[in-house]
């Protein structure tokens, strides 16, 4: 069974630019989770979908990040205009239920704002 | 305000001793705790988890102790070898929090031979 997969391994743009992320989760999960870890801190919740609809969207930092989860399969994470400070690897984790069930998470994405 | 500590941000263990990873939290709804290893350059792999029910989880040469009293857990490893050499990271989660994780800044685990 394929894991977590995350695209692009790895981005490096100008400040402005846009960026979108994508994260294919294991299938048969209807749990879909952003997480975030800048400069080697620890890793922060960003946001939360069952299915296609978004659950819980608090961590979202601004409104210069918008997630999508078209037909409730892969999920997308788009960041417009980036800024320096949104550099960090992002990672993705599903899960199959939402009550004490363990996140598998992808390998990441490094996004690097220059 | 952090919700889950480790304070320690490196350890370092002979080959065949005992590891001992520590977390402390602060939120007193948290039910579940879990353990992830992190190699550089992947993803965390998720290692061993414990519900609040429980104060002792076993897996192989992983053990997790949770006292709640205390909101404290600790990870041990034993024996430890030197593949072991990763960041852990503790998490924690509460139900009806929709199993969204709060993390550890880590500790990083080096076994020496």
């Known amino acids: 069974e394929a894991g977590v997969t995350q695209f692009p391994s790895h981005s490096v743009i100008e400040k402005g630019q846009t960026v979108t992320l994508r994260c294919d989760p294991i299938?048969?999960?209807?749990?879909l989770y952003w997480y975030r870890r800048v400069m080697g801190k620890e890793i922060k919740f960003l946001l939360h979908?069952?299915?296609?609809?978004?659950?819980?969207e608090s961590g979202m930092p601004n409104n210069r990040f918008l997630a999508e989860r078209t037909g409730g399969t892969y999920s997308t994470l788009k960041v417009q205009p980036a800024e320096l400070e949104d550099s960090g690897v992002y990672f993705c984790?599903?899960?199959?239920?939402?009550?004490?069930?363990?996140?598998?998470f992808g390998p990441g994405t490094r996004l690097l704002v220059l | 305000d952090q919700q889950v500590k480790q304070n320690s941000p490196s350890l370092s263990v002979q080959e065949g001793r005992i590891s001992i990873l520590n977390c402390d939290y602060t939120?007193?709804?948290?039910?579940?705790f879990l353990w992830y290893k992190k190699y550089p350059a992947e993803g965390p792999t998720f290692l061993i988890s414990?519900?609040?029910?429980?104060d002792k989880n076993e897996d192989g040469r992983f053990t997790v102790f949770l006292n709640k009293s205390a909101k404290h857990l600790s990870l041990h490893i034993v024996p430890s070898q030197p593949g072991d050499s990763a960041v852990y990271f503790c998490?924690?989660?509460?139900?009806?929090?929709?199993?969204?994780?709060?993390f550890g800044t880590g500790t990083q685990l080096k076994v020496e031979l």
């Open positions: 414990i519900s609040s029910i429980k």
């Open positions: 984790a599903s899960s199959q239920r939402t009550v004490q069930e363990t996140q598998y």
């Open positions: 299938s048969g999960h209807d749990n």
């Open positions: 979908f069952v299915k296609e609809s978004k659950q819980d």
């Open positions: 939120n007193s709804m948290f039910d579940y």
């Open positions: 998490a924690a989660t509460f139900t009806g929090g929709g199993n969204k994780l709060t």
